[in-house]
């Protein structure tokens, strides 16, 4: 999907988005032991860590929550407002995780919780390439992302804006190829909201 397209579905939606999905960390304790792991892993090095795809905001709230100083980025400048205006004390920004207005090794961690579905396979390791220059050595990757069997992404109806489902495998062997390595991965069957399985990938860049 295109980046205006992504923007324009995500702006459309971005109020009756938040009020879906806001909460919904409550009712997910095996997502929100992972997120703690990742805080634990990253907390030391005090270097920001970057919630990207952020949507309304209320992962980057949920870090921030751990003691992590978290910020969030998003492409959709509805999502951005309604994350300023519930979390008046953290900051977001507009901006795309495919060109990220950072130095080099400047995050401690980076979040992206179900926003890399939305990118085209074939950019996917671009954006990989991009977290492994803002990651500090040592610093971590957490993604969330719906999967599936086999070994090749699947084009899903997402509500929003088209989006893949990924073998997590596969989407291990992009971040490789970016220098960064897998250090857990966890599915989860569907939770009551779900119709996929879930999946998540935590990543290390190597210690230089
Ligand atoms: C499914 S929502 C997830 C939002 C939030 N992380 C959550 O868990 O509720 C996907 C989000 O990723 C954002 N997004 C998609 N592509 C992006 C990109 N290239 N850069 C930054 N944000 C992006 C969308 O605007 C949207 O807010």
Known sequence: MTEPAIRAGYDAVAALYADMFRDILDDLPVDRALIAAFAELVRGSGAPVADLGCGPGHVTAHLASLGLPAFGVDLSPEM????????????????????????????????????????????????????????APGGHVLIAFQ??????????????????????????????????????????????????????????????
Request: aromatic fraction near 8%; hydrophobic fraction near 45%; charge should be negative.
């Open 147 to 208: 999967t599936c069997d086999g070994d090749a992404p699947l084009a899903f109806d997402h509500k929003v804006v088209r989006a893949y489902r990924w073998p997590p495998g596969r989407l291990s062997a992009l971040l490789r190829d970016a220098g960064l390595t897998e250090v857990a991965r966890l599915i989860r069957e569907p939770a009551e909201h779900d119709r996929f399985p879930a999946a998540n990938l935590l990543l290390r860049k190597p210690a230089a």
């Open 80 to 135: 951005i407002a309604l994350a300023r205006k519930d979390h008046p004390d953290l900051r977001f920004a507009e901006g795309t995780m495919t060109a990220l207005d950072l130095p080099d090794a400047e995050l401690g961690g980076i979040l992206a919780w179900y926003s890399v579905i939305h990118l085209d396979p074939g950019d996917l390791p671009a954006v990989f390439a991009e977290f492994h220059r803002v990651l």
